[in-house]
């Protein structure tokens, strides 16, 4: 079947510095590819994606690139702050009709001032 | 847009009652989801429908029954709570294919004494 494989966090970084979070995938196919961003206290929201291989995502800062050759969607922005304190889930939706969705566990992310 | 409107937003239950998890969505989306959020455990899949009429099991269905009798709404009955059904409750929905991306829920944060 398919998964999602996020870096195990938390992840506990200064403003202004860079950020990476990994995230690897096992699809038949070509999936589409998502980040989401979780705030305390709510549901999830999309932040960004990217649906075939090549594409880059990006929203608020945040980018991230579908790489099929290393089936790996990694999260990056180049200076967080701490209003992007949150935890970010890689999800996956397979190649077929309906796109069934697979999320990895989450990494909590923390920025402190 | 209200976007996903789920009710209630906190629930205290003893065991061995019944409940319905209010879920409705009015972007006129096929695919809706039920997901549960635990500590460390990610989110896990209930139920999913793919339209009217359409439901399907997930990863963790035991002891949930669904059914979508409209576009708008997927009710989650909880048929004899337990201790183990104590989590966060999100519904989520979006259009068909791979494509797209969820539009989630605040969430039903429930509580089984």
């Known amino acids: 079947g398919n998964s999602v494989t996020q870096m195990e966090g938390p992840v506990t970084l200064s403003e202004e510095a860079f950020l990476t979070i990994n995230c690897t995938y096992t699809?038949?196919?070509?999936?589409?590819l998502f980040w989401y961003v979780q705030y305390p206290g709510e549901g999830l929201q999309l932040l960004l994606k990217a649906t075939k291989a090549d594409d880059k995502g990006s929203n608020k800062g945040f980018e991230a690139t579908y790489r099929k050759e290393t089936t790996s969607f990694h999260l990056e922005k180049g200076s967080v702050q701490v209003s992007d304190s949150a935890v970010y889930f890689c999800?996956?939706?397979?190649?077929?009709?309906?796109?069934?969705?697979?999320f990895g566990d989450g990494t909590t992310l923390t920025v402190k001032p | 847009n209200a976007g996903v409107t789920q009710t209630p937003k906190f629930q205290v239950l003893k065991t061995g009652q019944s409940m319905t998890l209010q879920c409705a969505q009015d972007m006129n989306h096929e695919y809706m989801s039920w997901y549960r959020q635990d500590p460390g455990m990610g989110l896990r899949l209930i139920h999913y429908?793919?339209?009217?009429?359409?439901?399907d099991q997930g990863e963790v269905p035991n002891g949930y029954n669904v059914s979508r009798s409209t576009t708008e709404d997927f009710p989650l009955r909880l048929l004899s709570a337990a201790p183990s059904q104590t989590s966060v409750y999100f519904c989520a929905s979006r259009p068909l294919g791979r494509d797209y991306g969820y539009t989630f829920g605040s969430g039903t944060r429930l509580t089984v004494v």
């Open positions: 999800a996956l939706s397979e190649n077929t009709n309906a796109g069934k969705s697979t």
């Open positions: 699809a038949t196919g070509y999936p589409s």
């Open positions: 429908s793919v339209g009217a009429g359409i439901t």
